[in-house]
Every structure is written in structure tokens, then in C-alpha cells.
């Protein structure tokens, strides 16, 4: 028993593309981020709402995004919906422009997407892999890797080191798997078969620092000298063995 990836044993090549730093007169603070993998389709959807400092005054925003496909955006700034007059990603600089017929005051905004993308096969970004249990079932997964300037293939974001912020991350999976990010689980409810994860705030980090697994695992767990709860998380059926072993 084994995870047998359905994708490369390594990321595929990296095509050099015109590399520009984001403009740093809209900056991220906290991203409030709720995903909801299909493990069957290979697909999520997302959505998010990101609160910003907008240091001067501007009628465009750009972030970063690859691989996402946006059905809504909208900007609240000074209890003010405004919504962009276009919506534009571009697939060689990876990045999505959010374009308004106004121009936005500077103050603390929120940034609001709705989005789906894809779990890919690229061993980056949001992804999808697979293992076969003991009964020779396979077992298909969802994880991450998003160093260095991969969430963006997640969740548009200002894909950056240099821009850090707190995310409140939510995923929703089927309610058989477990479903993992960086931060403690501090809600928990079942709904229509889907398992509804919340977790506890971050700490001020960069996107590449950002984690989810979602997938059916076992686990085993312990606490440390400091009371500090440890888990180790296996496929379905390993524990057997380190039982008998």
C-alpha cells in the first residue's frame, strides 16, 4: 500500500515568462478563503474576500492568478459596493486586472471573488493525486504546493513573499474525508453529506506558506511534554500494519 500519484513524478517544466512585481498601492491584510474541492471532477470552486489597504487612490487592481476562472468580483470600500466595469486575467504574466469606471479612495476595502479552477496534475499549486488501499481501491486526494509563487493557482492573491497577511480558510468536502489546512479546526458542521471545515486565523504569512489536504486518511496521535496535540496522518489501512508491526 502506497500513494501512487496520477500525475508526474515531478513538476513539468518552467516556461520563462515576463516577470513584473505587483503594484504596491493596494495591498493584502487578510484574506477570508473558503474552498470546495471536487475529487471526482477534478475541478473547485471558491470564494473570497479580501481586505485591503488601499494606499492611494487607483481605478485598477492587479494580483495574481493562474488557472482561475472569475464569475464575480466586486470591491466594498466605505460601505459602497463597486463593481468592476472589466474583469481580465493574463495567462503569461499570471496575473488578474480588475478595472473601475471610478476611481477608489484610500482606506480599508474588501476585495470579493467568486471562482472555480482546476485540481491539476502538475504536482503545484492545488492538485490532485491519488493512492490504492489494501483492498485495491483507489483513493483520490487534493493537496498543495504552493512554493514559491504557487497559490495562485488556488485562489487569486497577491502571490508575493513580500506581501503577508492572516487567512481564514473554510473547506468543504465530502463528509467522509478529512480535510486539513494549517491552523486548528474551530468549526465543524455536516451538511447534505459535505464535512464544512473552519479554521482558526493564521499567523501574518506569505501565500506560499498557505496548505490545504482533503482526502480519507487514518490517523495516529499523542500529546508532547507541553501538552501540545501531534497527529500523523496515513492512508486508509496503514494503521493496521503498524498495529501488527
Known amino acids: 500500500s ?27 491584510v487578510n484574506y477570508v478563503l473558503r474552498l470546495h474541492p471536487d475529487l471526482e471532477q477534478n475541478t473547485f470552486k471558491g470564494q473570497e474576500s479580501i481586505e485591503v489597504n488601499v494606499k492611494e487612490s487607483v481605478n485598477v487592481i492587479k494580483m495574481n492568478s493562474a488557472e482561475i476562472e472569475v464569475q464575480s468580483a466586486k470591491v466594498v470600500i466605505n460601505n459602497a459596493e463597486v463593481v468592476p466595469s472589466n ?6 504574466t499570471e496575473t488578474l486586472t480588475l478595472t473601475f469606471g471610478q476611481s477608489l479612495p484610500e482606506g480599508k476595502g474588501n476585495v470579493v471573488l467568486e471562482f472555480t479552477g482546476i485540481l491539476n496534475d502538475k504536482l ?17 486526494i487534493a493537496v498543495t504546493q504552493f512554493e514559491s509563487t504557487d497559490a495562485r493557482r488556488a485562489f487569486p492573491c497577491w502571490d508575493e ?24 479546526v474551530v468549526k465543524e458542521e455536516i451538511q447534505d453529506d459535505l464535512r464544512i471545515s473552519t479554521y482558526d486565523r493564521t499567523p501574518i ?19 508532547d511534554e507541553n501538552n501540545v496535540l501531534i497527529r500523523v496522518y496515513t492512508p486508509l489501512g496503514i494503521l493496521l500494519y503498524l498495529v501488527i508491526y
Do not use: Q, W
Open 2 to 28: 502506497g500513494i501512487n500519484a496520477e500525475c508526474p513524478l515531478r513538476p513539468g517544466p518552467t516556461v520563462a515568462k515576463p516577470f513584473e512585481h505587483l503594484p504596491s498601492n493596494v495591498v493584502p
Open 87 to 92: 474583469i481580465a486575467t493574463d495567462a503569461n
Open 124 to 140: 503545484r499549486g492545488f492538485y490532485r493525486s491519488a493512492y490504492t488501499d489494501n483492498s485495491g481501491e483507489k483513493r483520490r
Open 161 to 184: 513573499p513580500a506581501y503577508k497577511a492572516t487567512f481564514d480558510v473554510t473547506l468543504v468536502a465530502p463528509a467522509k474525508c478529512v480535510a486539513l489546512s494549517n491552523m486548528p
Open 205 to 223: 504569512m506569505s501565500t506560499y506558506l498557505v496548505a490545504f489536504v482533503v482526502g480519507e486518511f487514518d490517523y495516529v496521535e499523542g500529546r
